[in-house]
Nanobody, 115 residues
Framework: QVQLEESGGGLVQAGGSLRLSCAAS????????MAWYRQPPGKQRDLVAR???????YYADSVKGRFTISRDNAKNTLYLQMNSLKPEDTAVYHC?????????WGQGTLVTVSS
């Protein structure tokens, strides 16, 4: 019912910035909760940031103050602005959506932060 496609990943030096995008196939205005998760190489997938349809947000302690999650309903797109990147941020970043009790995942976009 919901297709998600991430973009914006790439290679960046420590201290740099990237903005990830998650484009949805349909309107995101009715999606109650969207989020970004990340999975470092060889590690489990963990929550990075979350946003509701009312624009309330949550951030993992490791990214608080550096990352900003936002949504543009007119463009049906979720964003993750990542500043002051660290090598520890290297991971595949996945977009997540919860709608009417169903969970949807994007395929992921790779972020590599060099030291």
């Amino acid at each position: 019912q919901v297709q998600l496609e991430e973009s914006g990943g790439g290679l960046v030096q420590a201290g740099g910035s990237l903005r990830l995008s998650c484009a949805a196939s349909g309107s995101i205005a009715t999606i109650g909760r969207m989020a970004w998760y990340r999975q470092p190489p060889g590690k489990q997938r963990d929550l990075v940031a979350r946003i509701t349809s009312g624009d309330s947000t949550y951030y993992a302690d490791s990214v608080k103050g550096r990352f900003t999650i936002s949504r543009d309903n007119a463009k049906n797109t979720l964003y993750l602005q990542m500043n002051s990147l660290k090598p520890e941020d290297t991971a595949v970043y996945h977009c997540y959506a919860l709608r009417n009790g169903y969970v949807y995942w994007g395929q992921g976009t790779l972020v590599t932060v060099s030291s």
